[in-house]
Structures are given as C-alpha cells and as structure tokens.
C-alpha cells in the first residue's frame, strides 16, 4: 500500500480552486495511473480513471472533487493591491490575516490579506466583522502597473490559501487546508490501489471532478460520460465535536471512523445502498457514523440524477473547520473509509446491483 499521509500531504499542498484544478488534477493521474486501465478527461477536466473488465457488468463511479475554496484577482487598485472575487463558499472573518497564492501565467505571486491596524480603531469598529467587498490581498507590488508587469498578475488569476500540512503534534490528527475534497480524493487513490489488486465483478470509474465547490459541475459532465449504474461519492464530512457546534447542526466525530449522509440539500442516498453500507461496516466490525445536515451540497447528487436515476450514496471523513486555511481530519478514518469503500464496491455484482436497482 502506498504511503497515504503522503498522498494527503502532496493533494492538501497543490493549489487548485475551482476551474483551475492542474496542480490537483497532475497529483491524481499521476497515483492513478499505475492502477487503471485507461486515464481520460471530459470537457471540463474532470479525470476519469477506469478499470475495465467486461461490456456486461455494471458500471461503478466512485467521485471526488479536486477543487478547493479559494479567491480570484477580480481587479488591481492604482496602488497596485488586489481586489477579489471568492470562489466557494468563504466566511467572511475566515478571510482576514492570512497568507495565499496567486497562480499567474509566468508563476507564483504570495500575498496576505492585509487587516486595518487596531490601535487606529473605534471600540465600535474593533467589533465588526470584515467585509469581503473592503478586503484586498498585499502582493507587495509598488503600484498596478509594478503588480501586472513585475509579477505578472492578471484579472481571473486564481488565488489559493497558503496552508503548510502536519501531522498534528506527531499525532494522527492531521492539520492542511482543502481536506474538502481531498481527503475524499486520497480514500479514492486508496480504494483503485486495493481494487486493482482484487478480481472485480464490475467496472470502476474513479472521478476526479472539477468545479464542485460552485455547483457540481464537473460531476454533472462526468456522470454523462460514464452513465454509472451505481454512485459513491467521497467527501469530507461536517464534524462537530468541537466548542460551539451542535449536534443537531452535524453528528460527525474525528476518529470515530467513517459517516454516511442521510440528508443534505442535494441528495438523499438510495436505501438499498445505504443497508449494503451498513451491512459492510458491520461485517468489518467498523463504526460507522451518520450526518443528517439542513444544508451542503455534494457531487453524489449529479451522479444520481444521472442516467435516470442512478442509486448513490455519499460516505464521508469527519472534517473540522471547512472552507477555512486549517482544517483537521483524522487518519484513522481516512484509513477505514478506504477498506469500507473498496469492501461494499467487491460486493457489487451484476446481481446485487440490480436487487440495489429494484424498487418493491
Ligand atoms: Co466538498
């Protein structure tokens, strides 16, 4: 087996924000290649790695997306600071006081977003949250023209935050931005590894999509290329067993091992799958957990809105502090969500998957 805090190290580094998803989409092909069969791209650049065994068994997509949370260069002041568009889902305050980069046509530019100096502040203002429309990024540039010439920064550049890996105090709590969606992408490359070593009774695509982060769109165009006949979509799920969440806004614990969505707001998973999931955890004397959320969306819903319809479920590896520069997954997880993952897809069978297919 590959070395997978490796792997989560050198996805959660790469930049790559939605539609600018190289960086992510080179690390992909390249720990997948070895394992399948064919390596292609639909028209939006999702990668889609297969193994096939034969015409007649039915078509397993296993999807991960590849983009992450992050900014783009919306214009340049005269002063030469750079205002922004936010890709994704962003928080406000999460924004402030940190360190990103910009990925231009002839390299990489670093900058801060820069936050008002408190000594010069009301108490009213010291209060106030930041808003995203008066923050800018500080390149260091003398002026606008110093900013596009010298550093060569350019409107619609994308700009990713800047966020070192660690393993947590040498622990298995591992610290890096964008586990959401690479830790998803990393129980991927560990299920095609395991997979690729097994006698398989159905075909696997293993997608790395693009543009999840500004609505599924990558998972919608490969879906239409693959026409699964079974979905699983990989995901960091939603934590809360830290300080000031609660468990009815989310039910995942770090450590606790993997969770399956019952409801967010783009799916709900198909029952059978859901039992065949359970039935696995609990044959591999796994916990499994569970997240009912009011809100997120995940590409599992456009794989099941597919091809008529396609049985799909989202299983998960507990994330605290998405869509933010420092976010904790847990190894232990990552590592059960794989052997869960690649035990329910050897179940899946010409047989099983059309008893998955039948409603009663
Ligand atoms: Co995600």
């Not at 600018?20 to 790695?49: C, F, Q, W």
């Not at 990103?100 to 502040?121: A, C, D, F, L, Q």
């Not at 998960?316 to 976010?327: A, C, D, G, I, Q």
């Amino acid at each position: 087996m590959s070395n997978i805090v490796e792997i989560l190290k050198s996805l959660s580094e790469a930049p790559g924000i939605s539609g600018h998803e190289h960086e992510v989409r080179n690390v992909m092909k390249d720990i997948l290649t070895p394992y399948v069969d064919t390596v292609t791209t639909d028209g939006l650049g999702s990668l889609i790695a297969n193994i096939k065994k034969d015409d007649d068994l039915p078509n397993v997509m296993l999807s991960a997306h590849m983009d992450e949370v992050g900014l783009m260069v919306r214009y340049i002041t005269t002063d030469g600071f750079i205002k922004f568009q936010t890709i994704g889902g962003w928080l406000d305050q999460a924004i402030v006081g940190q360190r990103w980069v910009i990925s231009t046509s002839s390299g990489k530019v670093n900058g801060i977003s820069g936050i008002k100096t408190p000594h010069v502040m009301s108490a009213e203002e010291k209060s106030r949250v930041f808003k995203k429309e008066n923050l800018f990024l500080d390149v260091g540039a003398l002026d606008k023209k110093d900013a596009m010439t010298r550093l060569g920064i350019r409107p619609g550049d994308p700009i990713s935050p800047i966020s070192k890996f660690e393993r947590l105090n040498q622990g298995d709590f591992l610290l890096g931005k964008a586990w959401d969606d690479r830790a998803g992408l990393a129980v991927m490359s560990g299920v095609v590894e395991i997979l690729s070593e097994v006698n398989l009774p159905c075909n696997i695509y293993a997608v790395a999509t693009v543009q999840e982060e500004v609505g599924l769109r990558g998972a919608h165009t490969s879906s239409e290329i693959v026409a699964p006949d079974i979905g699983i979509n990989l995901e960091s799920g939603v934590a809360s067993d830290y300080p000031g969440i609660s468990e009815f806004e989310a039910q995942e614990s770090l450590g606790k091992g993997p969770a399956i969505f019952l409801h967010d707001s783009s799916m709900l998973p198909n029952q059978n799958l859901r039992d065949l999931v359970e039935e696995t955890a609990s044959d591999l004397e796994m916990d499994l957990q569970y997240n009912v959320l009011s809100g997120y969306g995940q590409d599992g819903a456009e794989m099941q809105r597919s091809k008529g319809g396609t049985p799909s479920i989202n299983i998960t590896v507990p994330t605290r502090y998405l869509h933010s520069h420092n976010s904790i997954i847990h190894l232990d997880d990552v590592n059960k969500a794989i052997k869960l993952v690649s035990e329910v897809v050897r179940k899946l069978d010409s047989e099983t998957v059309s008893k998955i297919r039948t409603f009663g």
